[in-house]
């Protein structure tokens, strides 16, 4: 696939947008049955539509190493879930999301710049000034000192999870889109029945929760556009830029659930299209 930085930018910001809406919808899903039913059906909607995309574009299934890549990077993604799910079941949001975006964002600007070289001295701007809007955009009006350890703890694994998936399925080898990320969601989906086995939680029905089967079509769709971003432009870009993704959750949830947008969180809005433009230069 030809490299084409201002594709790759907006194929991640593309990213970022679907990604938020889908952890929009997956929040609404979450007030109706167990998180890990959610990720279940997520997990199941998802994987029937990039199996119809493999099937439609006549894709090659992976290799063995891409699949692997790809199956590490599912399992990544399912267990960064898995723990931002409990650190907001916890009510640890006010420490949890934030830490787990801002890990999950800066893992991969760690990785760019010691496989692809130190990026221009603007664009580490931008990534400082991306990071501290994500950091903000994330922030929830609940904050308490209370179990601030557990928390961060919480939110660290999860932004190791995510972080680990924006790296491994990086690594797939070959230029193939649809079939490693259809390896990583059933990994996922194999991930949440094993946590809904060891936690005792009910198979879902497959229509139990139709606004889950959206958000697993969304995340799906986030992800077809972060690994194209990945294919254009440095890895570190199209993460951080991928990594966005909170502020389209919060302008829908105002939007749509009028909730309350605080002056922090408009303040980290706007440090992100800063960022975007920084990056861009």
Request: hydrophobic share 60%; aromatic share 8%.
């Amino acid at each position: 696939m030809p490299s084409d930085p201002w594709l790759g930018i907006l194929s991640a910001l593309a990213s970022a947008a679907v990604w938020g809406s889908g952890d929009f919808s997956g929040g609404l899903a979450a007030r109706r049955g167990s998180q890990y039913q959610v990720l279940a059906l997520a997990a199941v909607s998802g994987a029937v539509m990039l199996a119809a995309l493999v099937l439609a574009g006549g894709e090659a299934w992976p290799s063995a190493g891409a699949a692997a890549w790809a199956a590490a990077a599912g399992f990544s993604g399912a267990l960064g879930i898995a723990a931002l799910y409990r650190g907001l079941a916890v009510g640890r949001a006010a420490m949890v999301a934030p830490v787990a975006a801002v890990v999950s964002a800066a893992l991969p600007v760690v990785f760019g710049a010691l496989s692809e070289g130190v990026p221009s001295a603007t664009r580490l701007a931008g990534f400082a000034v991306a990071l501290t809007g994500i950091w903000l955009v994330s922030q929830t009006a609940t904050a308490s000192g209370d179990g601030a350890r557990r928390g961060l703890v919480l939110g660290f694994a999860a932004g190791l999870g995510f972080g680990g998936f924006f790296i491994l399925i990086a690594l797939a080898p070959g230029d193939g889109v649809f079939g490693p990320l259809l390896v990583a969601r059933l990994a996922s989906l194999g991930t949440a029945l094993l946590l809904m086995a060891a936690r005792r939680v009910p198979l879902p029905g497959f229509g139990s929760n139709p606004v889950a089967l959206l958000a697993g079509v969304l995340d799906a769709g986030g992800n077809i556009f972060y690994v194209l971003a990945q294919h254009l432009t440095r890895l570190d870009i199209a993460a951080v830029l991928s990594s966005l993704y909170p502020a389209a959750t919060v302008l829908l949830a105002w939007a749509l659930l009028k909730e309350r947008v605080t002056a922090a969180q408009w303040g980290g809005a706007a440090l992100c299209l800063a960022a975007v433009v920084l990056i861009a230069l």
